[in-house]
């Protein structure tokens, strides 16, 4: 992993009330080059320049530390989601431009996406996991979005849930490829986001076959 860029200065930072930052931007940099496992909490602190026992002034442990970096890469997420979808043009070009957004995320992040889909809070006996809020959130981000760009809705007998499971699926799907290396690429191969569009309309198609609507462009 590349050097810390403050160098010494980050142990000063911490008696600035700056560790919590420091070390959940030393998080999202180790899952983001080495997996969600690649590092323990003796790693963070010697990158951020601490001893161990500092980290939990701020993180009761690990999974605590992973938590707060999954919650942060929702926030993010959630805010790059519901810009698309407040930008120009149609409402089907905006609701894809989310799934857009999506992948470019997965790119760009990669230490926040592993975080939100594999981190996960501990239960109320301090073991066993529970459903994370984002999840909930980001499945009713997307079918909100789905339902107010479709405000007549679907046809008949085909939930909105339905759909955004679908839409939402593709985008991690493609996202996931990508990020592995395993989706094929070259001359006359659709880009990631031509996937990605084309499997929107076709959903989207299906969906709304028998309503009536149209879905333009």
């Known amino acids: 992993m590349r050097p810390w860029r403050s160098g010494p200065s980050?142990?000063?930072?911490y008696h600035h009330g700056n560790l919590k930052e420091a070390l959940i931007e030393a998080a999202r940099r180790f899952i983001a080059e080495r997996g969600i496992g690649g590092f323990t909490l003796v790693d963070a602190a010697r990158l951020v320049g601490v001893s161990p026992a500092a980290l939990y002034r701020h993180f009761r442990g690990r999974e605590a530390l992973l938590e707060e970096v999954a919650e942060r890469g929702f926030t993010e997420l959630a805010e790059r989601l519901a810009r698309a979808l407040r930008g120009p043009g149609t409402p089907l070009e905006r609701f894809t431009r989310m799934g857009e957004a999506y992948l470019t995320f997965a790119e760009e992040e990669p230490g926040y996406y592993a975080a939100i889909f594999e981190a996960r809070?501990?239960?109320p006996d301090g073991c066993a996991p529970v459903q994370?809020?984002?999840d909930r959130d980001a499945f009713g981000l997307l079918v909100?979005?789905?339902?107010?760009?479709?405000?007549?809705?679907f046809s008949a007998g085909v939930d909105p849930r339905f759909v955004a499971l679908e839409v939402w699926a593709l985008s991690h799907g493609i996202a996931t490829l990508a990020a592995a290396g395993r989706l094929p690429t070259?001359?006359?191969?659709?880009t990631k986001y031509d996937l990605l569009r084309a499997g929107v309309l076709a959903m989207v198609h299906g969906a709304t076959a028998r309503t009536g609507q149209g879905i333009g462009p």
Do not use: K
């Open 132 to 134: 994370a809020p984002r």
């Open 186 to 190: 070259g001359p006359g191969l659709p």
């Open 121 to 123: 809070p501990p239960g």
């Open 144 to 153: 909100e979005a789905l339902r107010s760009t479709f405000p007549d809705g």
């Open 10 to 13: 980050d142990r000063r930072g």
